[in-house]
C-alpha cells in the first residue's frame, strides 16, 4: 500500500516537477509556522540566537530564489537552494530547541532527489552528515547522545532521498518504455491502416455488440452509397441494399452485418449496394467471427468484394445463354418429332434402325442439356414447383430403368432398393430430373466395373433418396462447391467426364423448392454418396403411404 501511495507521489511529482520558487515557498511557509509556533511557545529567546540566524537564511534564500534566471543555468543547479534550507536547518540544530526542526529536512531532501535523482541524494546525505553530525562532534555541549540524535538526521535524508531518486527512476524508464509502445502501436497503427486502405476489398470490424469498430476507405465509399443519409455505426441498419436480384431490400436478418453480429460465417453472400443504374455496385460479402481467449464470440471482420463486372457479365451470360438455347430448342424439337416418326415405321432396316435409336438418344440428351441451360439462365434462387400426390416408388425405379441402358453400356452395375409405393405430394417431373440427374452422375463418375446403389426410404420423419457409387470421388476441396452452377470438380475435368457443371444445382434448386435438402458425403477414389431428403410432415405435404413390395413379404 505505502509503495503504491510512494509510487504515485513519485509519478505526480515527476509529471508536475514543480518550479523552484514552489518548492521553495512551500519550505519557507513550514519554517515559518513553525518557528512562529515554538516563538508563541516561549522557545525563542532572542533575534540572535540559532534560531533566528535559520529563518534569516531561508528568508535570504526565499526571497534569492525567484530572482535567479533558472532556466538559462543548468537544472542541477538548482539543488544549491535544497542544500540552502538544509544549511539553515543544520544551523537551527545548533540550538537545543532547534531540533524540533529536524522533521522539515524531510522536503529538501526530497527536493535534491527530484532534481538529480541519485547524485541530488548523495548531495542531500553529505549535507545533511556535514551540518547535523559536524556541529555535533565539535560542539562543547554536546554529549554521546545528541551525536547519536544527529546521526539519525543523515540516515533518515539517506533512506528517503534514495528512495526517492529510486523511485523516480523506476518511474522514468517505465514511462520511457510506455512512450516507446504507445509510439510502436501509433507506428503499427499507421502500417496497419495505410494496408487496410490499400486493398481494393471494403473490410469491415464489428465488436461483441455489433457495434462499427473500423472500416477501411474502400469500405466507406460502399458505406457512402448503401446509406447516403449517414450510418448510425452499429450492425443491421436498413438502407439502399439489396438482394443478388437487385431489387429485393434486404431485411435486417439478412443484411450480412447483422447475420456476422450474431456470430454467423459464411462466404459470397451477394448484394447489391444503391440505387442508382449508373453507380450502384454489386458485392460477395465473407464473415468470420473473432473468439476471445476462452474461445467466446468477441466480434467479427467482414470482407465487402466489388463483384459488380462480374455479376453483369452474369447476367449477359445469362441472356445470351437463354436466347442460345430458346433457338436451339425449335429446330431440336422438330429432330426429335421427324426421328420418332421414322423410328415408328416397321420398314427400316436393322442397321438403320439402331442408327436411328443412337440419334435419338442424343437428341434426348441435347434437350436435356438445352433444357438444364434455359433454366439455369432463368433460375433465380427458388423454383415454381407443382405439387401433387405422387409414388416416388414409381418415380424412383422409373429413373432407374432409364438409367439401365448407359449403365450396362459402361458396365455398371446398377442396383435399386426401393418400397412397392411410397405416395406423397412432390411435383413429379422436378423430383424426377433430380433423381435422374443423380444417377446418371454416378454413372457418368465410376468407371468400368463398378456399381451403383439407388435407395428409396422413410427415415426419421423424412423421405431419403439415396444414390451411391463406387466411383472416382469428390475432393474435400470441391464439395463445397459441387452445387454451384458451372463447377466441375477439378477430378472430373482431369479424366475429361464430359459435363456443363449445372445438373447439381438444378437439383439442389428442385430439391430446395420442395423443402428439402441434398447433401454429399465422398472420398477420393471411393466413391460418393448423395443424399436427397424430402420433408414428410407439415400441412401442405401429404404422409407418404408405404407400401413394401409384395414379392418381400
Ligand atoms: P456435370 O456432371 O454436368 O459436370 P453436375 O452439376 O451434375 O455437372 O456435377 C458437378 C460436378 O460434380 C461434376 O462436374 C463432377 O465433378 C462432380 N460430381 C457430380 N456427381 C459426382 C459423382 N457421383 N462422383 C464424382 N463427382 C461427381
Known amino acids: 500500500?505505502?509503495?503504491?501511495?510512494?509510487?504515485?507521489?513519485?509519478?505526480?511529482?515527476?509529471?508536475?516537477?514543480?518550479?523552484?520558487?514552489?518548492?521553495?515557498?512551500?519550505?519557507?511557509?513550514?519554517?515559518?509556522?513553525?518557528?512562529?509556533?515554538?516563538?508563541?511557545?516561549?522557545?525563542?529567546?532572542?533575534?540572535?540566537?540559532?534560531?533566528g540566524l535559520a529563518g534569516l537564511i531561508g528568508a535570504v534564500t526565499t526571497l534569492l530564489t525567484p530572482l535567479v534566471p533558472w532556466q538559462r543555468i543548468p537544472r542541477a543547479f538548482v539543488c544549491a537552494v535544497p542544500v540552502l534550507d538544509i544549511v539553515a536547518l543544520g544551523v537551527a540544530g545548533l540550538d537545543v530547541a532547534g531540533w524540533a526542526l529536524a522533521p522539515l529536512m524531510l522536503l529538501p531532501v526530497v527536493w535534491c532527489a527530484v532534481e538529480l535523482r541519485l547524485r541530488g541524494a548523495v548531495i542531500a546525505t553529505v549535507a545533511t552528515l556535514l551540518l547535523y553530525v559536524l556541529p555535533a562532534l565539535v560542539h562543547e555541549t554536546r554529549g554521546g547522545a545528541t551525536l547519536a540524535w544527529s546521526l539519525l538526521v543523515p540516515i533518515a535524508a539517506a533512506g528517503i532521498s534514495f528512495a526517492f531518486a529510486s523511485v523516480l527512476d523506476a518511474v522514468e524508464v517505465e514511462r520511457r518504455q510506455l512512450a516507446g509502445a504507445r509510439e510502436t502501436i501509433d507506428r503499427q497503427q499507421r502500417f496497419a491502416d495505410a494496408i487496410l486502405d490499400t486493398v481494393d476489398v471494403g473490410l469491415l470490424l464489428l465488436d461483441r455488440d455489433g457495434a462499427y469498430q473500423t472500416m477501411n476507405r474502400r469500405h466507406r465509399d460502399f458505406m457512402q452509397l448503401a446509406f447516403?443519409?449517414?450510418?448510425?455505426?452499429?450492425?443491421?441498419?436498413?438502407?439502399?441494399?439489396?438482394?443478388?436480384d437487385g431489387s429485393t431490400l434486404l431485411t435486417r436478418e439478412e443484411m450480412p452485418s447483422y447475420r456476422a453480429s450474431q456470430g454467423e460465417e459464411f462466404d459470397d453472400a451477394r448484394m447489391w449496394v444503391g440505387d442508382d443504374p449508373l453507380t450502384w455496385r454489386a458485392l460477395s460479402v465473407s464473415a468470420r467471427s473473432v473468439r476471445d481467449e476462452q474461445g467466446r464470440f468477441a466480434g467479427a471482420a467482414l470482407a465487402y468484394k466489388d463483384v459488380t463486372d462480374f455479376m453483369r457479365a452474369l447476367r449477359v451470360k445469362d441472356e445470351?445463354?437463354?436466347?442460345?438455347?430458346?433457338?436451339?430448342?425449335?429446330?431440336?424439337?422438330?429432330?426429335?418429332?421427324?426421328?420418332?416418326?421414322?423410328?415408328?415405321?416397321?420398314?427400316?432396316?436393322?442397321?438403320?434402325?439402331?442408327?436411328?435409336?443412337?440419334?435419338?438418344?442424343?437428341?434426348?440428351?441435347?434437350?436435356?442439356?438445352?433444357?438444364?441451360l434455359l433454366h439455369t439462365?432463368?433460375?433465380?434462387?427458388?423454383?415454381?414447383?407443382?405439387?401433387?400426390?405422387?409414388?416416388?416408388?414409381?418415380?424412383?425405379?422409373?429413373?432407374?430403368?432409364?438409367?439401365?441402358?448407359?449403365?450396362?453400356?459402361?458396365?455398371?452395375?446398377?442396383?435399386?432398393?426401393?418400397?412397392?409405393?411410397?405416395?406423397?405430394?412432390?411435383?413429379?417431373?422436378?423430383?424426377?430430373?433430380?433423381?435422374?440427374?443423380?444417377?446418371?452422375?454416378?454413372?457418368?463418375?465410376?468407371?468400368?466395373?463398378g456399381k451403383v446403389e439407388v435407395r428409396l426410404a422413410v427415415d426419421g420423419g423424412r423421405i431419403e433418396i439415396c444414390v451411391a457409387d463406387s466411383g472416382i470421388g469428390i475432393q474435400a476441396a470441391d464439395r463445397d462447391r459441387l452445387f454451384m452452377r458451372f463447377f466441375r470438380a477439378r477430378h472430373a475435368e482431369e479424366q475429361s467426364v464430359q459435363g456443363l457443371g449445372l445438373g447439381l444445382g438444378i437439383a439442389r434448386t428442385i430439391v430446395e423448392s420442395h423443402g428439402g435438402r441434398i447433401d454429399v458425403e465422398s472420398e477420393l477414389g471411393r466413391g460418393s454418396v448423395f443424399r436427397i431428403r424430402l420433408p414428410v410432415s407439415g400441412d401442405d405435404v401429404a404422409q407418404p403411404v408405404v407400401q413394401r413390395d409384395p414379392a418381400e413379404a
Open 228 to 244: 447516403p443519409d449517414g450510418h448510425a455505426g452499429h450492425a443491421g441498419q436498413l438502407g439502399l441494399v439489396y438482394g443478388e
Open 1 to 51: 500500500m505505502d509503495d503504491v501511495i510512494g509510487h504515485r507521489l513519485s509519478r505526480a511529482l515527476f509529471a508536475a516537477r514543480p518550479a523552484p520558487w514552489a518548492w521553495q515557498c512551500v519550505f519557507a511557509a513550514v519554517l515559518a509556522i513553525a518557528l512562529l509556533l515554538m516563538a508563541a511557545g516561549g522557545a525563542l529567546s532572542s533575534l540572535d540566537s540559532w534560531l
Open 377 to 449: 439462365a432463368r433460375a433465380e434462387g427458388s423454383m415454381k414447383v407443382v405439387r401433387t400426390r405422387q409414388d416416388l416408388g414409381d418415380i424412383v425405379r422409373a429413373s432407374v430403368e432409364a438409367a439401365a441402358p448407359a449403365a450396362q453400356a459402361a458396365g455398371i452395375a446398377l442396383e435399386l432398393d426401393a418400397p412397392a409405393s411410397l405416395v406423397t405430394l412432390v411435383d413429379g417431373q422436378r423430383i424426377a430430373q433430380s433423381v435422374d440427374n443423380l444417377i446418371s452422375n454416378a454413372i457418368k463418375y465410376t468407371p468400368s466395373g
Open 320 to 372: 445470351f445463354v437463354a436466347s442460345v438455347s430458346h433457338e436451339l430448342r425449335t429446330p431440336l424439337t422438330s429432330i426429335r418429332g421427324y426421328v420418332d416418326i421414322l423410328l415408328e415405321r416397321h420398314d427400316l432396316p436393322a442397321e438403320a434402325q439402331a442408327q436411328l435409336e443412337v440419334v435419338a438418344r442424343n437428341g434426348e440428351r441435347l434437350n436435356r442439356l438445352v433444357a438444364d
